[in-house]
């Protein structure tokens, strides 16, 4: 069985223009692992941000080790999806936890979703505001508007069994994550709905743990109105095709 001393987890930290954000996000990482004592890698996928973001990440590695702090730059900006595909290609774990890098996602919520993973023994945990006490805090009246319409018409459309299926912030079983990666087709933000959808088709099992979102302090959002229309696009495939 696996345990402590055997599991490893893989932290992907995609990236684009995080300067302000990446090194009090690593911070945050490495104090929770270190005071759970799980073996941990912290994966930073930069796709060229033009704001130095790679050369914090450089700094951080020789801060933390180069066990601890995984390089995986791409040149351009490839879109969130790929930057996962990408990111899990290099990942050594035997599980694999996305999340956002610039600390929307509070890494004090990662023992929760491995205690769920480990009391369910189940393929993934998803982190969700929509349920009991989770919550997003700090988005103004559109952005909430946005999100909420955008998950119900997946729920509606879609009924994957997941209460929050356009967050990202999960933990999953590496062989389960790869298996539903290969069978997706999504590219953008829509990847983390295809996800969900993908691996209720396969039955894989899931647990579910209440956060809390809070805009970013430092930075900008890079959900634009491109991705809002690849969204629904997203969305009215995966409810023709599945
Ligand atoms: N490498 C790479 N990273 C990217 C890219 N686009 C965004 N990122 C990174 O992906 C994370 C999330 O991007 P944001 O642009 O900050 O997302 P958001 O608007 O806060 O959206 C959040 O909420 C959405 C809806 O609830 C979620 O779908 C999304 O995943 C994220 O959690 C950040 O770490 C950001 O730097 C890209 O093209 N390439």
């Known amino acids: 069985m696996a345990s402590r001393k055997t599991d490893k987890y ?63 730059p791409r040149a351009t900006k490839l879109g969130l999806g790929t930057a996962y595909v990408h990111g899990i290609k290099h990942a050594t774990g035997n599980f694999v936890i996305i ?5 929307s996602h509070h890494p004090k919520f990662i ?70 990666i290969d069978s997706c087709v999504s590219k953008g933000y829509v990847f983390q709905m295809e996800i969900l959808v993908r691996a209720n088709q396969f039955g894989f099992t899931l647990g579910e743990v209440p956060i809390t979102f809070v805009d970013r302090v430092y930075g900008e959002s890079k959900l634009g109105g491109s991705e809002i229309v690849q969204y629904a696009k997203g969305l009215l495939y995966l409810f023709a095709t599945t």
């Open 99 to 103: 999340m956002d890098a610039d600390l």
């Open 111 to 180: 023992p929760q979703f491995i205690k769920k993973q480990k009391e369910l023994k189940c393929d993934i945990v998803s982190g969700t505001r929509y349920i009991g006490t989770g919550g997003v805090y700090g988005w103004d009246f559109k952005r909430k508007l946005i999100s909420r319409s955008a998950n119900f018409l997946a729920q509606f459309l879609l009924r994957p069994g997941a209460s929050d299926l356009t967050g990202s912030f999960r933990l999953y079983k590496k062989d389960v994550l790869q298996k539903i």
């Open 10 to 72: 893989s932290v992907l930290l995609p990236t684009y223009n995080e300067r302000e954000n990446l090194p009090l996000i690593v911070w945050l990482l490495v104090k929770s692992f270190t005071q759970s004592g799980y073996n941990y890698e912290i994966i930073v996928i930069d796709d060229g941000s033009p704001d130095g973001t790679l050369e914090i990440a450089k700094e951080l590695q020789k801060l933390y080790g180069n066990d601890k702090i995984v390089l995986r």
